[in-house]
């Protein structure tokens, strides 16, 4: 079966520091990988996703960059955190298939509070 | 551009009632799907269903179930006796279909609290 990993569970981080959150997702090959911001409240907000390794698409302009270096591991960075950058951060996959099987699979998250 | 309206902020309801969370969803594709998922307190979203948009037959699965009818763009999700282990924030979910992957466009969710 299928599992999605992220680490770390939770972090605090000072405003301007460095950040570098990461995704694995073990059991399938050549997934699709998305990463979510969800922030004060309960909207997700899709920021980047990956067909495939070195594919990164972005969705919204900011102070975070993603990278997928291999096949199953997705990372989000940044090189100076910002107040705004505060948030839970989801990690999800999916499979496409011609059967059309398109649902997202979530990891449990990192909560990130910058100071 | 693709919208997803869950009407509902927050529904409080005591154990045993029935619930219906509600979905209203807009896209100009012809093959779309639409999602629900479960979001605890701990915070992992988990998948509950996927609809594909040529199948309008509703679906019941335990004291869950979802109605979709495409005539008023709604896929609303109903649970029955409702339980306290149901309480979370439900989102509904659309998907949009794009070089070879799929981004979904989620509502803003409904806070489902379930009281004895």
């Known amino acids: 079966s299928q599992t999605i990993h992220q680490w770390p569970a939770t972090l605090v981080q000072p405003v301007g520091s460095p950040l570098s959150l990461e995704c694995t997702v073990e059991?399938?090959?050549?997934?699709?990988l998305y990463w979510y911001r969800q922030a004060a409240g309960r909207g997700l907000q899709l920021l980047f996703y990956s067909v495939g390794i070195g594919q990164i698409s972005s969705e919204v302009p900011q102070n975070l960059s993603a990278s997928r270096p291999q096949d199953r591991q997705f990372i989000l960075s940044s090189k100076k955190l910002l107040l705004s950058d505060s948030g839970f951060y989801l990690c999800?996959?999916?499979?496409?298939?011609?059967?059309?099987?398109?649902?997202?699979?979530f990891g449990p998250g990192t909560r990130l509070t910058v100071t | 551009a693709q919208k997803v309206t869950q009407a509902q902020t927050e529904i409080s309801v005591v154990e045993k009632e029935d619930v219906t969370l509600d979905c209203v969803y807009e896209?100009?594709?012809?093959?779309?799907?639409l999602f629900w998922y479960k979001q605890p307190p701990s915070g992992e979203l988990v998948f509950l269903i996927r609809r594909n948009s040529f199948d309008e037959q509703n679906e019941i699965s335990g004291r869950y179930s979802w109605n979709f009818q495409k005539s008023t763009s709604s896929f609303n999700f109903t649970i029955t006796a409702s339980q306290v282990v149901d309480s979370a924030v439900y989102f509904c979910a659309l998907s949009e279909v794009t070089g070879g992957g799929n981004k979904l466009t989620f509502g803003t969710g409904t806070q489902l609290k379930v009281e004895l």
């Open positions: 999800a996959w999916s499979v496409y298939r011609v059967i059309s099987s398109y649902e997202q699979y």
């Open positions: 059991g399938t090959s050549n997934p699709n």
């Open positions: 896209t100009r594709d012809t093959t779309y799907y």
